[in-house]
T-cell receptor, first 114, second 112 residues
């Protein structure tokens, strides 16, 4: 049981390049999330997915797109990277509310946009 | 979700109990108290949660006051690896897919 996994761990991009951050969970959770965390700051929600086939914007969705490929996988795409998107990106999945909501986070992807 | 107040930082000697307080005076009856922590450069980690009874698991104990306006997370024998930022979050049982809101938390430094 690997929990939540993310790839890649590190990435350096040039302004304007695109990339996709991958996230997968093996806990059969319906809900999945993408957060970003800037140095010294708290987590900010980018997008979330309540179930396979559905996605919704969070607090800071501009410049990002997401795909909920299946129940396990939730990817985050940067179409044209900007230096302001330099951050650490965390993916998370959540247990159902009826058993006590708990979010499980991946190890993070550290992204530097030059 | 109710707002929480935590001290910005605390120190604890290794091997001693770390007691981290949290005030949530506007908590409502169906809201749980959750604790997460974030060790440097890692993803946040769930620790424990409770409604009104005290709770204990392999990581920590959670003591909630009778009026539920405050709580304390207890790490019984703190180690250097417990150095992290600890977040107290109050959240309704049926919050659906609204995101967790991590405030500034308490930075716990465990000192050898």
């Amino acid at each position: 049981n690997a929990g939540v996994t993310q790839t890649p761990k590190f990435q350096v991009l040039k302004t304007g390049q695109s990339m996709t951050l991958q996230c997968a969970q093996d806990m059969n959770h319906n809900s999945m999330y993408w957060y970003r965390q800037d140095p010294g700051m708290g987590l900010r929600l980018i997008y979330y997915s309540a179930s396979e086939g559905t996605t919704d914007k969070g607090e800071v969705p501009n410049g990002y797109n997401v795909s909920r490929l299946n129940k396990r996988e939730f990817s985050l795409r940067l179409e044209s990277a900007a230096p302001s998107q330099t951050s650490v990106y965390f993916c998370a999945s959540k247990t159902p509310d009826y058993i006590g909501e708990t979010q499980y986070f991946g190890p993070g992807t550290r992204l530097l946009v030059l | 979700d109710a707002k929480t107040t935590q001290p910005p930082s605390m120190d604890c000697a290794e091997g001693r109990a770390a007691n981290l307080p949290c005030n949530h005076s506007t908590i409502s009856g169906n809201e749980y108290v959750y604790w997460y922590r974030q060790i440097h450069s890692q993803g946040p980690q769930y620790i424990i949660h409770g409604l009104k009874n005290n709770e204990t698991n392999e990581m920590a104990s959670l003591i909630i006051t009778e009026d539920r306006k405050s709580s304390t997370l207890i790490l019984p024998h703190a180690t250097l690896r417990d150095t992290a930022v600890y977040y107290c979050i109050v959240r309704g049982r049926n919050s659906g897919n609204t995101p967790l809101v991590f405030g500034k938390g308490t930075r716990l430094s465990v000192i050898a």
